[in-house]
Every structure is written in structure tokens, then in C-alpha cells.
């Protein structure tokens, strides 16, 4: 299956994972924020193992990752989205120069990146471009 297709179906994930997503209008599945990292990423635990939560949602439902690649979030590092649709392989250099790119269109460090269901919307053109309609934020 292709992730562009975006078929993917949460039941093929164990029930304990998917207690923990909520599908916002944007096609994201958002992890839970109590059981977050503190880089922003999924985590949980599976026999006692803590468990990356967009790299075991890739593996599950699309298959192993590359020895060399690492998981690139599309959806504007939204770090924790386990859509694999809005997952894909990349080197590091290529992830590294994807953040410093989004990061440079954001105005720099310090910028919050990625909407949250209740600030932001994404419109979906295709899996790997994603567009976010930006809105004024309280801080």
C-alpha cells in the first residue's frame, strides 16, 4: 500500500497504542501529551520496552525501517503524529536539512511548529505537501 493512499487503518495497531491517538481533522493521529518525550515525540511501553510511537506505527502498518534512514514527519514536524501517511524515509542529512528549512520559513528557532487541533488546520494536497493555514497565536 502506498502512504499516499492514506489507507491505513488504526485496528491494524494494538489497542493500547490506539487508545492513545485522537484523528484531528488534518489526517493526523496525535499521541496523547502526558506520554510524550520531552523532544515532543510519542513514547509508550510494550513488554516494559519504551517504544517510539511514529517509528512502531511505521513499522506496524508499513514495514521495517531501513538500516541508515530515520522517519521524517511531512506534516510540518507535528513530532506527534503516528499517521504513517504522513511519514517517510530519509537520511538524517535529509531530515536535518528538511527541519532547517521549516525552520527558516518559520522565522527561526523559538517559532511553534505544527498546528494542534484546537490552533491550527491542514489542508492535505498530496502526502508529502502539506500546507498549513496559518493563524495568529496568543502567547
Known sequence: ?????NEYDLNDLTRNFR??????????????GKNLDRYGYAKFKIRGKTV??????????????????????????????????HMELVTSLENTLRA???????G???????PTPS????TTESATDVNINKK???Q
Not at 500500500?1 to 493512499?5: G, K, P, Q, R, W
Not at 511505521?58 to 510540518?76: F, K, N, Q, S
Not at 532547517?100 to 518559520?106: H, L, T
Request: glycine share 10%.
Open 52 to 85: 517510539i510511537g511514529h517509528r512502531y506505527a511505521y513499522e506496524a502498518m508499513v514495514g521495517p525501517i531501513t538500516d541508515g534512514l530515520t522517519v521524517d514527519h511531512l506534516c510540518d514536524r507535528h513530532r506527534n503524529c503516528c499517521n504513517p501517511a
Open 1 to 5: 500500500m502506498s502512504s499516499a493512499d
Open 19 to 32: 487508545t492513545k491517538l485522537t484523528v484531528c481533522e488534518c489526517g493526523c493521529w496525535l499521541f496523547d
Open 136 to 138: 495568529e497565536e496568543d
Open 100 to 106: 532547517n528549512a521549516r525552520r527558516k520559513a518559520q
Open 108 to 114: 527561526g528557532y523559538g517559532k511553534k511548529s505544527g
Open 119 to 122: 490552533t491550527g488546520t491542514f
